[in-house]
Antibody, heavy 115, light 110 residues
Framework: EVQLVESGGVVVQPGGSLRLSCAAS????????MHWVRQAPGKGLEWVSL????????YYADSVKGRFTISRDNSKNSLYLQMNSLRTEDTALYYC????????WGQGTLVTVSS | QSALTQPASVSGSPGQSITISCTGT?????????VSWYQQHPGKAPKLMIY???NRPSGVSNRFSGSKSGNTASLTISGLQAEDEADYYC??????????FGGGTKLTVL
């Protein structure tokens, strides 16, 4: 059974940093592209970032480019999102999702940026 | 990276069919056959319902179907059931950034 479990979400002040993690199981992790997608409270889905199976290619939404860094450790079946220079508008539930078509999603981890 | 355009809400009675549209441009929906649809119930993670315009993952009911014409993709749900009441999001590959989502459509089953 495919499982994706996000962690690392907390309350952080504007300008702060945070690293989210996504632990994957139930599939061959290093075969797949992985995504981060976020959802602000009461709002729609916003694609954030993706990383290729080997970590060699990464892409970002304009809203986070230069502030967020996606990475993965295939030996640990884990995906990460390093978030720097956080803004109040980054407050959201952050999901990791598997494969180009985002066929499996975790339950999300909540990031709150507030002073 | 403008979001794809979806109607804010649609509704239908049990047993009826409804269609949700997703309008983009030639740089996303119209340019690639990489449109997906996701269902999200309140407090739950999104679930993939359709990928690559019209393909259904295993386990998804055949009451759900997808299509595309020009810059507009569509999700049709036939034989509407109470459990179909949820938010629906489209997404597409784009030339400017790999992926973009629509704003979401709230489906109400009357």
């Amino acid at each position: 059974e495919v499982q994706l479990v996000e962690s690392g979400g907390v309350v952080v002040q504007p300008g702060g940093s945070l690293r989210l993690s996504c632990a994957a199981s139930g599939f061959t992790f290093d075969d797949y592209t992985m995504h981060w997608v976020r959802q602000a409270p009461g709002k729609g889905l916003e694609w954030v970032s993706l990383i290729s199976w080997d970590g060699g290619s990464t892409y970002y939404a304009d809203s986070v480019k230069g502030r967020f860094t996606i990475s993965r450790d295939n030996s640990k079946n884990s995906l990460y999102l390093q978030m720097n220079s956080l803004r109040t508008e980054d407050t959201a539930l952050y999901y990791c999702a598997k494969d180009r078509v985002l066929d499996y999603w975790g339950q999300g981890t909540l990031v709150t940026v507030s002073s | 990276q403008s979001a794809l355009t979806q109607p804010a809400s649609v509704s239908g009675s049990p047993g009826q069919s409804i269609t949700i549209s997703c309008t983009g441009t030639s740089s996303d929906v119209g340019g690639y056959n990489y449109v997906s649809w996701y269902q999200q119930h309140p407090g739950k993670a999104p679930k993939l319902m359709i990928y690559d315009v019209s393909n259904r993952p295993s386990g998804v009911s055949n009451r759900f179907s997808g299509s595309k014409s020009g810059n507009t993709a569509s999700l049709t749900i036939s034989g509407l059931q109470a459990e179909d009441e949820a938010d629906y999001y489209c997404s597409s590959y784009t030339s400017s950034s790999p992926w973009v989502f629509g704003g979401g459509t709230k489906l109400t089953v009357l």
